[in-house]
């Protein structure tokens, strides 16, 4: 039974693999697990385009709260602004 594609970036992240790394197992996990080789490849595009932003432990769980919505405001805009400029 494969790995689920979806959890192969989390693999990626927690293990550490070099870009290298991740080419070989993509290419030996698509030909061991042909079905799964176009779910691969959409979840690479998603996980490049991810950001993690990693938060300091906050003994104030609302504040937590507000830092985490502040930032997801902030990137919300970021973005849309962008997307206006961008003339894709």
Sequence with gaps: MPLPAQHIPALFRICHF??????DF????AAAHPA???AIEELA???RDTLRI???EFAD???RSEVKDTIRSFATRVIALAQRIDPK
């Design 26 to 29: 993509l290419a030996l996990y």
């Design 54 to 56: 990693a938060l300091p």
């Design 18 to 23: 070099s870009s290298e790394e991740q080419a």
């Design 45 to 47: 595009d998603i996980e």
């Design 36 to 38: 799964q080789a176009s």
């Design 61 to 63: 769980a609302q504040l």
